[in-house]
């Protein structure tokens, strides 16, 4: 069973460049960041013409998340009880909940789509936000680890946080800035502390998986490493063909972000609708 996440940046400008990329790569589940659009908005047709249903939690034009797959979604949760709110308080006094998080299980395995808040700058109150939106996901993550031993899990996304000083291109660059500050660190540092393994880098893959569109980052490789698919136990001991896919960045009309995939061993029924092409 083919993985995958990507952060696509407006699902609606960048359909076509999806579905086509799904099914070159012959992916079963992607779990996508960022989809900016509510679901009266989503473009569902060209996902279930390409074999594919879709779940997604998109409040507006902006943040969102969703997944698509051609096997089974169960499961499907939206958000998780201690996400912190942000903004002005809601007339009930209530702080506004965002669209960041998605969870679903596909043939047994567990599976959360992340857009993790970008915290904007240390002095902003989207970064204390931020710190306290990844600490309790941390701490709910604990917990599904010691109710369900046994199920692969694994989250996955766009961290907005770069944990090492080589996934940036020039680590003084980003100095006095958000994704690289030690907090954030700890934040990521946390999950790992919990049990679970960065799919691509125990197996040896490096590289960006994010180029701004400004200044020519993408031609002079300047990019940074932000999204990833930690994984538990129980789903690292499936993981094989872990893959950044680079060359999603060139052309028309990119994502600022590319694909992040795994293969998992796990067994799929064959399914006689599933789509055929050339």
Request: charged share 20%; no cysteine.
């Given at each position: 069973m083919r993985v995958a996440t990507?952060?696509?940046n407006s699902i609606r400008s960048?359909?076509?460049r999806v579905v086509?990329?799904?099914l070159r790569e012959d992916v079963d589940v992607l779990g996508m960041q960022e989809i900016k659009c509510k679901e009266s908005q989503f473009p569902f047709e060209q996902f279930t013409e390409a074999g594919y249903e879709v779940e997604l939690h998109g409040l507006s034009q902006w943040n969102g998340v969703a997944f698509a797959s051609r096997l089974p979604m169960e499961d499907v949760t939206v958000?998780?009880?201690s996400a912190p709110g942000f903004g002005k308080p809601d007339d009930d006094?209530?702080?506004?909940?965002?669209?960041?998080a998605l969870g679903v299980t596909v043939n047994g395995v567990r599976l959360w789509s992340l857009y993790v808040p970008n915290g904007r700058e240390l002095d902003n109150p989207h970064?204390?936000?931020?710190l306290e939106w990844l600490a309790n996901l941390a701490t709910e993550t604990r917990g599904w680890l010691a109710a369900n031993?046994?199920?692969p899990l694994a989250l996955m996304g766009d961290f907005n946080i770069a944990p090492l000083d080589i996934d940036v291109w020039d680590i003084a660059a980003f100095e006095g800035r958000t994704h690289i500050s030690q907090p954030e660190r700890d934040a990521f540092t946390a999950f790992e502390d919990a049990g679970l393994t960065d799919a691509l880098r125990s197996r040896g893959i490096e590289g960006y998986t994010y180029w701004d569109y400004q200044q020519l980052r993408f031609p002079r490789n300047e990019g940074m490493r932000i999204d990833f698919i930690l994984g538990s136990a129980a789903f690292d001991a499936l993981v094989s063909e872990p893959k950044i896919h680079r060359e999603e960045r060139k052309g028309d009309g990119p994502s600022d972000h590319v694909p992040v995939s795994v293969d998992l061993a796990v067994d799929v029924k064959d399914d006689d609708d599933r789509p055929m092409f050339l």
């Open positions: 990507w952060n696509v960048r359909v076509g086509d990329w799904m958000g998780f009880p006094g209530s702080i506004p909940q965002e669209a960041r970064y204390p936000y931020k031993t046994n199920q």
